[in-house]
């Protein structure tokens, strides 16, 4: 049974360069539109705009699609702008003047393909590959017909799915939809898809499991899926992607169409790491659970990150820490409890409260990489409020607007900057009071960096540790 659902996904892509089609109903489809959606399936890309023609329709993040359209059959010119360092915008409208030139008031365009729509088909429209070599793949499906009547008055009770393999990662795998509990062989296998493949098939409503294995290895699943529904006479793509910092999965699953969201790896794990920016500390052990026996993490010294490690699954709410000098565990410097989130990556910070005690600062992290920008973390570790400047270097500070405003103990969100360097500045809130800097940084496209504002012994001045790619 694999073989020939192989050997009907193959030959069409290979041929056509589409996914394989079903049709149920009778009767012409000539008088039935095309239908188009669009899909951001590019890992290293920030949002893009989806045009068709020149008319924009939506913005699309990564893992997302549009809604679904119908349009006039007719060859169309297909285009996702992006806005990338340099462009002179905010906001992207396509080619506002079409006259084919880019000018400073319009995004740039990243990718663009040509597609011929005619009446009684379905098209998606995927931007896939890397920012450095992007393409846009277009499927082709004669449009299914459900039934709402049957000789017994009910009318279908199944529904459409359509996968596709849109990872750079996960090379080709086999792909199974069943009910829960089911016991996978390789006779159930719905369909084997390489990279850039996808295929279009039928199922009964109900519930299932979505699960991804190696070809021919039904017992070596590295995605499983929650349970999930699917309803009589509707459509669902999921779009096999690669893993993001939602989830520490490596693989994403986006499902589009008639229903939205992530479906998420039901066995996905939790990692945790700590960071030592506590200036008046010295090296410290970090243990879990009131279990002295063996540090979670040992012997973190200032401006450490340690590696993410796997916490059980019964102490994420709360996991207790205790932290003590290193290799010293009768003297107790503080004890923290954090919650943290099934599935996520998090970093907890060790920092320097009023009067050099310790206290600690939770973040949820950022893991995936925009490959044409970097991404900036700001963080306040003092007992005032601050004012960030991160600017391009040289620029006057005065007459710059600030970057992030945090109170004091806080965290900001992570930020989008241009490749290039930087001045950073602090400042007392809502003064221009200088207490750090200047100090020049260099960032790169796709490089994830952290500036922790710290606390020194002259309280009107502050400092700064830079972690992440700074120290690289």
């Known amino acids: 049974m694999k073989s020939a659902v192989v050997a009907r996904i193959l030959p069409v892509l290979l041929a056509l360069g589409v996914v394989g089609c079903s049709h149920k109903g009778s009767g012409s489809d000539d008088a039935v539109k095309p239908t188009l959606v669009a899909f951001n399936a590019a890992s290293d890309m920030t949002d893009v705009m989806f045009l068709r023609v020149e008319e924009v329709w939506s913005s699309i993040a990564y893992g997302v699609g549009t809604s679904v359209r119908s349009v ?17 915008t905010t906001a992207c409208a396509g080619d506002v003047d079409k006259d084919g030139v880019k000018d400073a008031n319009e995004c740039t365009r990243v990718a663009t393909k040509s597609a011929n729509l005619i009446n009684g088909h379905e098209y998606i429209a995927a931007l896939v590959g890397q920012f450095s070599a992007l393409n846009v793949t277009v499927y082709d499906n004669e449009a299914h017909v459900f039934s709402t009547t049957t000789n017994g008055g009910t009318g279908d009770t199944d529904m459409q799915v359509q996968f596709f393999n849109w990872s750079n990662k996960l090379g080709t795998f086999d792909v199974y939809i069943e009910p829960p509990g089911t016991n996978l062989s390789a006779t159930q296998v719905k369909a084997t898809l390489a990279p850039g493949q996808g295929f279009t098939g039928m199922v009964e409503q109900g519930t299932y499991v979505l699960t991804l294995t190696p ?13 999930f529904d699917v309803t009589e006479r509707t459509r669902v793509g999921f779009a096999i992607l690669d893993g993001t910092n939602e ?8 499902r589009f169409r008639d229903q939205g969201g992530d479906l998420f790896d039901r066995r996905t794990q939790t990692l945790f790491r700590m960071s030592h920016v506590a200036p008046s500390t010295g090296n410290v052990d970090a243990f879990a659970q009131e279990n002295y026996t063996a540090p979670l993490f040992a012997n973190v010294a200032l401006k450490q990150t340690t590696d993410y490690t796997l916490i059980d699954p019964a102490n994420l709410n709360p996991l207790e820490l205790d932290f003590t000098p290193a290799g010293n565990v009768g003297v107790l410097l503080e004890r923290a409890q954090v919650s943290l989130s099934t599935g996520s990556l998090s970093t907890l910070f060790l920092i320097n409260a009023a009067n050099s005690t310790l206290n600690t600062l939770l973040a949820v992290d950022t893991a995936r990489r925009i490959a044409p920008y970097a991404q900036l973390r700001l963080m306040n570790t003092l007992t005032q409020n601050l004012d960030f400047y991160v600017i391009p270097h040289a620029n006057n500070v005065f007459t710059s607007t600030v970057t992030t405003a945090l109170s004091a103990s806080s965290i900001g969100g992570s930020q989008l900057f241009a490749p290039g360097d930087f001045d950073v500045y602090l400042m007392r809130t809502g003064t221009t009071t200088i207490v750090y800097g200047p100090q020049e940084v260099h960032m790169v496209g796709g490089g994830l960096y952290t500036i922790v504002g710290v606390p020194t012994a002259d309280i009107s001045r502050a400092d700064i540790l830079q972690l992440g790619d700074f120290q690289n």
């Open 72 to 88: 006039d059959p007719d060859t169309y010119e297909l285009h996702f702008d992006a806005l990338l360092p340099g462009d002179q």
């Open 215 to 227: 070809v021919g290895d039904p017992s070596n699943p590295f995605y499983l899926s929650q349970n």
């Open 247 to 254: 989830s520490t999965s490596n693989v994403k699953v986006s």
